[in-house]
Structure formats: C-alpha cells, structure tokens
C-alpha cells in the first residue's frame, strides 16, 4: 500500500501483504498443507519521515542512536 507524501514529493510505502513461508509455519506446529497469509501497516516509514531518519536500521537494529531516542520518544502521550 502506497501514500502520496506532498513533502517528500513520492509515493510513501506505509502498508504491505505476503505469505508466510512454510519454515515459519511449521515450528509453530501448523501442519503441512496450511497457508498463512500476512499484512500490515508499516509505522516505520513515517516515523523515518517525521524524525528525518535516511536508513531504517537507524531505527532498528544494533546501530540504533540510543541517545536520539531518549531524547525523541516515539511515543507519545497527547493531551
């Protein structure tokens, strides 16, 4: 799923579907012959745009600037 962001002047991924692939099925005890599929809404594209973050391992991962997010909770609670 694609947005028009206007500041960006470009089509903004914020949504995406798949199937989940057997090796994660089975572990999970679903038998052979069951399909899953998967969706979601990607909070991390706009949390990029908003706190103008270029690579998203900056916001996830080892690298992460632990300072940035103390000091830019991402969440946040509005009166």
């Not at 999970?28 to 979601?40: H, L, N, Q």
């Amino acid at each position: 799923i694609f947005h028009w962001h206007e500041g960006l002047n470009k089509y903004v991924e914020i949504g995406n579907s798949g199937m989940f692939r057997p090796e994660m099925l089975r572990p999970m005890g679903f038998p052979e012959d069951v399909s899953c599929i998967a969706w979601g809404l990607s909070l991390e594209r706009p949390t990029m745009i908003l706190y103008k973050i270029d690579n998203i391992r900056d916001l996830f991962g080892h690298k992460v600037d632990l300072h940035m997010i103390k000091n830019n909770p991402i969440c946040r609670l509005v009166k």
